[in-house]
């Protein structure tokens, strides 16, 4: 998982929490990372027009009035997140492709070889499935929300 969007919505709550214009090197400092990487994630929101910037002595970034509302999976889509990304452990079985012109019936292929050649596939839509998942649950959860929890938890409510 990208780090991304860590810093991504930590900033957005920062700024919607502060509704001032902030610089790269303050907002690293609350987010607990470098200014150039702060930069980058910013770049990344402005792009899809979730952050304000301001260049010169009093620049920085700050909050759109509409802030609040922004949910988790714009975000996450602003830094091109994925919460289940899959990956491929080989080519498949060595051979695989002379047995398949050898052997065009399917029921004279191996069937472990069979199976590990078609768990990538199965696995890929399994992560575009969990994926989904996590996107309409952020969809429903909005920087405001977490700005309210961050509250409650500073006033020792849960």
């Known amino acids: 998982m990208s780090s991304n969007f860590c810093v991504a919505v930590h900033g957005l709550v920062y700024l919607y929490h502060s509704r001032s214009t902030v610089s790269s090197e303050e907002l690293a400092k609350h987010i607990c990372t470098n200014p150039a990487r702060v930069r980058k994630v910013m770049l990344m929101l402005k792009k899809q027009g979730l952050v304000l910037t301001r260049e010169g002595k009093d620049g920085g970034y700050s909050c759109l009035p509409e802030t609040g509302e ?51 596939q199965v696995m890929q839509e399994l992560y575009e499935q969990m994926d989904a998942l996590c996107m309409e649950r952020l969809s429903r959860i909005t920087v405001e929300d977490l700005e309210k929890r961050l509250k409650n938890q500073k006033c020792g409510r849960k």
């Open 70 to 120: 922004i949910s988790l999976k714009h975000i996450a889509e602003a830094v091109e997140m994925h919460f289940a990304e899959s990956f491929r452990t080989g080519k498949g079985c060595p051979g695989m492709e002379a047995k398949a012109v050898a052997f065009p019936d399917m029921a004279e292929l191996d069937v472990d070889c069979l199976n590990a050649t078609g768990m990538a």
